[in-house]
């Protein structure tokens, strides 16, 4: 019973994988693109929150760390460059 | 004092926790390695920092970081109802916040607190001139009563953080 | 299935949620500043609601300790405005179209 409500809480958040490509792929802009990328990110960490429990085993834990990092400094660095690098004016 | 090992109680303290947790553990070789990293970091790094504000009253910084937990829980549910109804009724509106913090530190966690109280979203720092009055320029989702908004906002979470950063007004 | 189970498998159905709920608001809602209201919010609570069954999970009913989710919420919490922050700067330097019933659009800044 437990492992089959990990399961559906996994194919939700799946499932909210799945939205943010077609949001990804729809634009318009850069930044609409930028913001669905980052939120693919943490719904990925939450996908390894929940994944770590059903198998029981913390090492996802690190992995997830790992990704919230990478996430976070990519998109500050995406921005950075969209406002410095991209000057039209 | 700057220039002592335990100059920065609040960044030891938290660089331990942190050390702790990475760890999940707290057997006598992580603690020991915790304590000596948890001081000699900060004052390897002083020379980084610039001098900022000090957290004057711990008690009531605990209190302003579960209100704002508490804040978020709550105004999380009204966002939902907005997310979910129609798009042609929604009112979203920028807003002008008056300041009367001055300081980079207490500034940076009132816009931080403003982006994840949910609503509201802050843009940008106006004017960009550092002796005129500033402004923190905010987007919000939903916007009924702009003035009732930002005397909310004052009331609730630019004067606690006054009082803990001891700022003169 | 014993209580800690249930609270465990609830405030894991409320986090999921919320995570879906991002995603809906990001595909739904009209304009890029009212879009970026939607995952920044929705999965601070979602995943924190997630942090917190993985804690009770491990510390509770597998009884080991289990501290690193904690970092991954502490990390989250601390990088999520600063994010968003970023974003709607792009959005402002870019001049992205905001939806019709926007007020206040005088206010933003000419440059």
């Known amino acids: 019973m437990f492992s089959l409500i990990l399961l559906a809480v996994m194919a939700v958040i799946i499932l909210a994988l799945c939205l943010n490509i077609l949001s990804l792929l729809r634009g318009p802009a850069v930044a609409d693109r930028l913001l669905a990328l980052d939120t693919m990110y943490i719904n990925s960490i939450a996908l390894l929150l929940v994944y770590g429990i059903y198998a029981s085993s913390q090492l996802y834990f690190e992995a997830a760390l790992l990704i919230a990092m990478l996430g976070f400094v990519s998109t500050v660095a995406v921005c950075k460059f969209l406002l410095r690098g991209d000057i039209i004016e | ?169 | 299935m014993t209580v800690l189970e249930w609270l465990i498998s609830g405030l894991l159905c409320a986090g999921a949620l919320f995570v879906l709920l991002g995603s809906v608001a990001l595909l739904k809602l009209p304009d890029f500043y009212t879009r970026l209201h939607g995952p920044t919010k929705a999965t601070t609570l979602g995943l924190g609601s997630l942090v917190l069954a993985s804690m009770a999970f491990f510390n509770l009913q597998q009884q080991t300790l289990s501290l690193q989710q904690l970092l991954i919420a502490l990390f989250l919490f601390i990088s999520a405005p600063v994010t968003a922050h970023m974003l709607i700067k792009v959005a402002m330097h870019h001049k992205l179209k905001h939806h019709q019933s926007t007020q206040g659009v005088e206010k933003l800044p000419a440059d």
């Open chain 2, 1 to 169: 004092m700057r220039n002592s090992l335990f100059a920065t109680p609040l960044r030891s303290v938290l660089l331990f926790l942190v050390w702790c947790a990475l760890h999940n553990s707290v057997s006598p070789v992580v603690l020991l390695s915790g304590v000596i990293l948890a001081l000699l970091i900060p004052w390897g790094s002083r020379g980084f920092r610039e001098v900022q504000p000090q957290i004057k009253r711990y008690g009531l910084f605990g209190r302003y970081l579960l209100m704002v937990l508490w804040d978020i829980v709550v105004a999380n549910l009204q966002v939902v109802k907005v997310v979910l109804g129609r798009n042609s009724a929604l009112k979203p509106g920028f807003v002008l916040l008056p300041l009367d913090l001055k300081e980079p530190m207490p500034l940076t966690i009132l816009a931080a607190t403003i982006c994840l109280t949910p609503g509201t979203v802050s843009a940008e720092l106006l004017p960009r001139e550092a002796d005129a009055p500033q402004f923190l320029l905010l987007h919000v989702l939903d916007l009924q009563d702009e003035a009732a908004l930002v005397s909310e906002l004052k009331q609730r979470y630019e004067a606690p953080l006054q009082e803990i950063f001891a700022c003169s007004v």
